[in-house]
C-alpha cells in the first residue's frame, strides 16, 4: 500500500429531523447563491465600476434575476446530466428525470440552462446582455468552489489512483481499481484540484479585473475570461479525474472516451471546448472594441 491521506470522516448530512435532511452538497448551492448575490449587489452600488458610470440596473431587481438564475442552474443541469451523461438510462426511466433528490446535476447543463435564463432575463427587463452576463460570471465562482468541496465531502467524483504524498484514500474505493498495488487505492483529490482552479483562482482573477482594473466597463471581458478560465481549468483536471462508472458500462454507448484519432478527450473536456474557444474570442471583441 503506497503512503497516502487517509479521508477525513465528514458526515454528508449536516443534521437531520425527521424526514429532513441537510445537506453540504445542498448547503454548498445555497451558500454560494448567496455569496454571489451579495457580490452582484456590492458591484451594482458601485457606479465607477461601470462605463459611462452607468449599473445596468438597480439592485432592486437581484430576486427576479435570482429566481431565474435558479431555475436555469436546476433544470439545465438535470437535462444536461440527462443528454450528456446518461441517455441510455433515462430513456428507458423517463419518471427519473425529474428525481434530481437522487442526484445528478451536469455543470455544463446548468452552465447552458443560467446561459437561456440571463437572456430572458436581460429582454424581458431591457438589461444589457453583455453587462448582465459579466455580472453573473463575476459571481459564480464562490458556488462552484463550495460545490466541489462538498463533491470531496461527499466523496464523489474523485481522481485517477497516484502514487503522490498528497493522494487520498476514498472510502468505497476498492483494490482491483489500481492495478498492481494491494490494499486501499490512493487517488488524485480531483475535486479539490477543481475547487482551487475553477472556483478559487478563477473567482480572485474576475475580483480584481472587476474591482481593479475595471473590467466591466468593457462588455463581455468578464464573461470570456469565466469561459476560458473555468474550460481550460476543467480541461486540465479531466486528465487525472476518475470516469464515472456508468460510463464503462451499456449505458453509455459511446464509452468513456470519444477518440479523434490518437487524441482521446473525456465527455467533460469535450464539452469544454467550446468554453475555451467562445471564452477566448470574447476576450479580444472585449478588449479590441474602443
Request: aromatic content about 12%; hydrophobic content about 55%; some cysteine.
Amino acid at each position: 500500500m503506497i503512503a497516502a491521506l487517509p479521508f477525513p470522516q465528514i458526515d454528508p448530512v449536516i443534521f437531520q429531523i425527521g424526514p429532513f435532511a441537510l445537506r453540504w452538497y445542498a448547503l454548498a448551492y445555497i451558500v454560494g447563491i448567496a455569496l454571489g448575490w451579495m457580490l452582484i449587489a456590492f458591484a451594482l452600488r458601485r457606479a465607477h465600476l461601470w462605463l459611462n458610470d452607468q449599473p445596468p440596473m438597480a439592485p432592486a431587481k437581484l430576486e427576479d434575476l435570482l429566481t431565474y438564475i435558479v431555475m436555469g442552474v436546476i433544470g439545465g443541469g438535470r437535462l444536461g446530466y440527462v443528454l450528456f451523461y446518461r441517455p441510455g438510462h433515462y430513456l428507458a426511466n423517463p419518471l427519473e428525470i425529474p428525481m434530481i433528490w437522487t442526484g445528478g446535476l451536469s455543470f455544463h447543463g446548468g452552465f447552458l440552462g443560467v446561459i437561456a435564463a440571463v437572456w430572458l432575463f436581460s429582454r424581458r427587463h431591457d438589461i444589457a446582455l453583455p453587462a448582465l452576463s459579466d455580472i453573473i460570471a463575476l459571481a459564480a465562482t464562490p458556488a462552484i468552489l463550495l460545490v466541489r468541496l462538498a463533491n470531496f465531502i461527499n466523496a464523489e467524483l474523485w481522481g485517477r489512483p497516484t502514487d503522490l504524498p498528497w493522494a487520498v484514500v476514498f472510502p468505497g474505493t476498492e483494490a482491483q481499481d489500481c492495478p498492481g498495488i494491494t490494499g486501499a487505492c490512493a487517488r488524485h483529490p480531483s475535486q479539490l484540484y477543481e475547487a482551487g482552479l475553477e472556483g478559487l483562482l478563477l473567482g480572485l482573477v474576475l475580483l480584481i479585473l472587476a474591482f481593479g482594473l475595471r473590467g466591466l466597463t468593457r462588455g463581455w471581458l468578464l464573461t470570456g475570461v469565466f469561459f476560458a478560465g473555468y474550460g481550460l481549468s476543467r480541461f486540465a483536471v479531466e486528465f487525472v479525474r476518475q470516469p464515472d462508472s456508468f460510463f464503462q458500462s451499456s449505458d453509455n454507448p459511446l464509452g468513456w472516451r470519444l477518440d479523434f484519432g490518437e487524441w482521446g478527450l473525456t465527455m467533460g473536456q469535450i464539452l469544454s471546448t467550446p468554453m475555451i474557444l467562445i471564452g477566448l474570442a470574447l476576450i479580444v471583441f472585449a478588449l479590441r472594441k474602443r
